[in-house]
């Protein structure tokens, strides 16, 4: 009776193991398939650069400071088509990504500061939504 306890204990002990084993292996996987998949994003922001969303976010915030005397909605304007399509080549799981790496860009470059960052990352994270992109609101 006594080897039938410490046998069923064992078998017992094996399947804990297991099952922790199994859980350590998926979230191993996890990190490794979100790692390839941000690096993924990486390359294909680089490659499309972005560079139309970078300036609509400009113009659209100095057109909000009341900064641009010379530049007008229509302005403004012209590249938000463009930066729509770069962010629709980009895909869904990217966008954000993209987005928040131009603010963070920005912000490094000194361009913008305190506020002004604030209110061009609400720009960003609106702007597939102002794309008509999924998803419709970035969080970062």
């Known amino acids: 009776m006594a080897r039938l306890a410490?046998?069923?204990?064992?078998?017992?002990?094996?399947?804990?193991?297991?099952?922790?084993?199994?859980?350590?292996?998926?979230a191993t996987d996890e990190i490794i398939d979100d790692n390839s998949k941000q690096q993924k994003c990486r390359k294909q922001i680089?490659?499309?650069?972005?560079?139309?969303?970078?300036q609509y976010l400009i113009d659209r915030e100095l057109l909000?400071?009341?900064?641009?005397?010379?530049?007008?909605?229509?302005?403004e304007e012209e590249h938000l088509k463009p930066?729509?399509?770069?962010?629709?080549?980009?895909?869904?799981?990217?966008?954000?990504?993209?987005?928040?790496?131009?603010?963070e860009q920005l912000r490094e470059q000194g361009?913008?500061?305190g506020e002004e960052v604030e209110d061009m990352e609400d720009c960003a994270r609106h702007l597939p939504s102002d794309c008509d992109l999924e998803p419709h609101t970035c969080k970062f």
């Open 83 to 103: 930066c729509c399509d770069q962010m629709e080549k980009l895909g869904t799981k990217c966008r954000c990504m993209g987005l928040e790496q131009i603010v």
């Open 64 to 75: 909000l400071l009341g900064h641009a005397l010379l530049l007008n909605q229509e302005q």
């Open 6 to 26: 410490v046998v069923a204990a064992l078998f017992a002990a094996l399947i804990l193991i297991t099952d922790a084993h199994r859980t350590i292996i998926s």
């Open 111 to 113: 361009e913008m500061q």
């Open 46 to 54: 680089k490659r499309l650069k972005l560079t139309h969303c970078e």
